[in-house]
């Protein structure tokens, strides 16, 4: 069974601080997706990346195949921010399709 | 484009009772999921289609039921419905990797 694991599961942060939420996951996934979660429940995706980087503005994602572990960092952080921050891991099901196993998700608060 | 939308927003059910909550997608994807997110849980998969006409199982199917007769809509359908089934909801259609989740439906049994 495909796991993955969020750390930490809250955090709180002054406005202007780098943020790293960090996320490991098992055997058997081939990629890792970054998500956000707002206030008003509604999801979007951030990044989906099997190897290396990518930035979008002031978000970070970063992930290692190796040691099977990605971290998401956000630099200079506002409180525009504050959301749940969720990992999923992304592996193959049969029939050219994949599936998503979640994170139970970091929550964060970005204080003025 | 509205993107993925859900109907309802909110519904409160009694045990027993059934229900069919609607996922629409504009944006002509096969793929099709339903989830439910609970607290201190990720979100977890119930069923999932690659097509139309087509529905397959995911983490935690009982109690629940699915059909996509057509390819923009997903039907996830409460038969009797459980207090263990309160939940938020969440339809997602997928591109070429990336998912696109609905607003979400909140449902409690009482």
């Known amino acids: 069974k495909n796991e993955v694991e969020q750390s930490p599961q809250n955090l709180t942060a002054q406005e202007g601080e780098f943020i790293t939420i960090n996320c490991s996951y098992s055997?058997?996934?081939?990629?890792l997706h970054w998500l956000q979660q707002h206030p008003g429940g509604g999801i979007v995706s951030l990044f989906m990346?099997?190897?290396g980087k990518k930035k979008h503005g002031r978000l970070i994602a970063t992930i290692n195949i190796q040691e099977k572990h990605s971290s998401l960092h956000i630099t200079a952080s506002h409180p525009r921010d504050s959301a749940v921050y969720i990992c999923a891991g992304h592996s193959y099901s049969g029939a050219g399709s994949y599936q998503l196993t979640f994170g139970k998700g970091t929550k964060l608060s970005v204080i003025p | 484009n509205a993107g993925v939308t859900q109907t309802p927003k909110f519904r409160v059910l009694k045990t027993g009772q059934s229900m069919t909550l609607l996922c629409a997608q504009d944006?002509?994807?096969?793929?099709m999921y339903w989830y439910r997110q609970d607290p201190g849980m990720g979100l977890r998969l119930i069923h999932y289609?690659?097509?139309?006409?087509?529905?397959a199982k995911g983490e935690v199917p009982d109690g629940y039921n699915v059909s996509r007769l057509k390819k923009q809509n997903f039907l996830l359908g409460l038969e009797s419905a459980a207090p263990s089934q309160t939940s938020v909801y969440f339809c997602?259609?997928?591109?070429?990797?990336?998912?696109?989740f609905g607003p979400g439906t909140r449902l409690t049994v009482t």
């Open positions: 944006m002509n994807h096969e793929y």
């Open positions: 289609s690659v097509g139309e006409g087509t529905t």
């Open positions: 990346l099997s190897s």
């Open positions: 997602a259609s997928r591109g070429s990797y990336e998912q696109y």
């Open positions: 055997v058997g996934i081939s990629a």
